[in-house]
């Protein structure tokens, strides 16, 4: 592949949803040691419980820091908080991603919408150059060939 083609196959990840996940967890990790220490005739149980607060509060920030889509030539990927989902690239319509909106959108054949977590308005320009870019992606891959000859991008160099 090309260098730009390879650009255009990289993995939309937010810049600021990768790294304040982890401050959060750091700080969130300290705090509750800080109290278990701090307060008086804290017991065993006590500490269980700041643990298991700590590591809950870790397993979800990491859920944040997880958040990507990932293009192939086969269709995206797209890793929210909680699930993903696999989709073709014949099931996206198009890419919305407006001056009010908070993240992504992909219009889905099926009439339904599907949120893209890792293009965030929170990013600024760079997100509305990730959702230029993914909206590029689909055109190219759901547009009819020109030529007659078979649609879509030769098959990725993986």
Do not use: C, K
């Amino acid at each position: 592949m090309t260098g730009s083609a390879e650009d255009l196959y990289r993995p939309f990840r937010p810049r600021a949803g990768r790294v304040a996940p982890w401050v959060a967890a750091g700080l969130w990790v300290a705090v509750l040691i800080g109290l278990s220490v701090a307060l008086p005739g804290a017991g065993a149980a006590d500490a269980i419980g700041f643990a298991a607060v700590g590591a809950l509060g870790v397993w979800l920030m990491s859920r944040f820091a997880g958040i990507v889509a990932i293009p192939t030539s086969q269709g995206l990927e797209v890793r929210n908080l909680f699930g993903a989902d696999v989709l073709s690239w014949a099931e996206i319509v198009s890419v919305t991603f407006g001056r009010d909106s908070t993240f992504a959108h992909l219009d889905l054949a099926a009439g339904s919408t599907a949120a893209v977590l890792a293009i965030q308005s929170a990013d600024g320009a760079y997100a509305r150059r990730e959702a230029t870019r993914l909206a590029t992606l689909v055109e190219f891959h759901t547009r009819p060939p020109r030529d007659g000859s078979a649609g879509g991008p030769a098959p990725s160099q993986s």
